[in-house]
């Protein structure tokens, strides 16, 4: 087992990452910039380095800090949390040439995925379904009409480095395409420095499920069943549960089984999550995170296993040790990303905790490095604490949740947990009779 992680992040991934690590007996190394001298995961780690100033490209986007850090500290592995470095390849491929391990899939793996258009390829011979779509990355103006011809309106026009929904834009008839596209390529090639882009149909009234799986690298992959994360806003989740209100046991069964199948084809190593559109009972394959997912503690409520501790193991070469049949599926859980902005406008609000108050009781988590007198920085993503609920039955999980959500304060700044009682108490989300669409209209004062 490793003796020393170091944790190429920040937030509440960062401390996620070191409790797996202090659990597991392994020291861990923290980096950060300026801003985040006094986070918790700073004061908790055994070691911390500074790494640069706050801007992320300067800090925790500068691969030689990252890797230094590792060197000077002796550190045996890196883990890359969430966003940041995690799907840069070139970062897992340099992880490896200074002698350390990078807790994640090998560096071909996360270029095929990180490529969407040849991700899609590679999902569709290893039996996924695509979303129907285009016949390659879109060449002009006039290959954006034959193809979208092709596919029927509407059409989706994404970006293939696409993350975080950006670069993405719907075009409903053939007069918005020209305009659609142009946006499209100009939000691509300012978020990834990449503008190529791709056709699909837009589906109009879909559900986002995806499911979580875990490989050896030697064909055995188990998973941990699905997340639903349909509530969402600009194309960003908000609200996840497992399992998804929406599936019957054939449908949760079959999506399982050919996730494993393409995955164990594949000889994928380590976490990573496939995303599926269902609409109409049918399932399409999006994209393949090959990372650790925001999401992920609501598979682990269900399942009991702690999934940032097994990425850990099998990334020291551990042996998987389990089957499909060992892993006991129990109740349902929900999660909350709270996020520090407005709850009706979204206006990022960063700045200081004034007071500080947790939920607690049966079945309640939470992940959060905030705590009375920390300062939000305004530099980085808004997510600030996810509230994460257990229950026997969704019923119960949704009681717990509005219960919980009640009980949590969080002074000085504002953030969503208004928008998530609204959520709670919504008639739609209770009955779980949603698709993608619905939390914008639900914000708009609809739905
Ligand atoms: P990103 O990598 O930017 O997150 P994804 O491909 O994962 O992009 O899609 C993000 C979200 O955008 C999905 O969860 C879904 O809500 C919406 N979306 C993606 N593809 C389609 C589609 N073909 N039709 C309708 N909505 C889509």
Redesign the pocket.
């Known amino acids: 087992m490793f003796e020393k992680v170091l944790i190429a992040n920040r937030g509440e991934i960062a401390l996620r990452i070191l409790r797996a690590c202090s659990e597991m007996g392994i020291a861990t190394v923290a980096v950060h910039s300026t801003a985040d001298e006094d986070a918790m995961h700073v004061r908790l780690a055994d070691e911390s380095v500074c790494i640069g100033p706050p801007p992320a490209a300067e800090s925790y986007l500068n691969i030689p800090a990252v890797i230094s850090a590792a060197t000077i500290t002796g550190a045996d592995a890196i883990h890359p949390g969430v966003g940041f470095l995690a799907e840069n390849a070139r970062f897992a491929e340099l992880t490896a040439e200074h002698g350390c391990v990078f807790i994640g899939p090998s560096p071909e793996h996360i270029r095929l995925m990180g490529d ?1 258009i040849a991700a899609k390829k590679t999902a569709k011979e290893l039996g996924l379904p695509p ?1 129907p ?1 285009g016949d390659g990355p879109v060449k002009d103006e006039a290959d954006a009409k034959r193809q979208a011809r092709a596919i029927g309106y509407p ?2 026009i ?2 293939s480095a ?7 834009k ?1 075009a409903h008839g053939e007069n918005e395409l020209g305009a659609a596209l142009a946006l499209a390529q100009r939000e691509a090639h300012g978020a990834f420095g990449d503008a190529t882009v791709y056709l ?5 009234h ?1 559900r ?1 499920i995806e499911v979580q799986i875990l490989g050896d690298g030697h064909g055995h992959v188990v998973h941990f069943g699905e997340r639903d ?2 509530p ?1 806003r600009r ?3 908000v609200v996840e549960e497992a399992p998804s209100p929406a599936l019957n046991a054939a449908e949760r069964e079959h999506l399982g089984r050919i996730s494993v199948e393409a995955m164990a084809k594949l000889g994928y190593r380590s976490l990573g999550t496939l ?1 599926f ?1 269902y609409q109409n009972g049918e399932f ?1 394959f ?2 393949m ?1 090959t990372r650790l997912q925001v999401e992920h503690p609501v598979s682990e409520m269900i399942t009991g296993v702690d999934l940032v501790r097994e990425q850990i193991r099998l990334a020291a070469g551990a042996p998987l040790g389990y089957a499909q049949s060992d892993i006991a599926f129990s109740g349902h859980a929900i999660e909350c990303r709270i996020n520090a902005e407005h709850p009706r406008n979204f206006t990022p609000a960063p700045g200081k905790i004034t007071e500080y108050h947790t939920p607690g009781g049966m079945g309640v988590r939470v992940e959060s490095g905030l705590y009375s007198g920390c300062r939000v920085p305004p530099y980085y993503d808004s997510l600030i604490a996810k509230l994460v609920v257990h229950g026997r039955t969704r019923n119960e999980a949704l009681m717990r949740l509005r219960r919980a959500l009640g009980e949590y304060v969080i002074g000085g700044i504002d953030t969503t947990l208004p928008l998530h009682r609204d959520i709670v108490a919504a008639p739609a989300f209770i009955d779980g009779a949603i698709d ?2 619905w939390l914008e209209r639900f914000v708009a004062g609809g739905g």
Do not use: S
């Open positions: 969407k979303v779509g059409v989706l994404k970006a696409g993350g975080g929904g950006r670069g993405m719907a699909e149909r837009f589906l109009e879909p986002h994360c349909t969402q194309h960003q989740k995303e559109l399409f999006i994209e995170n993608i669409h």
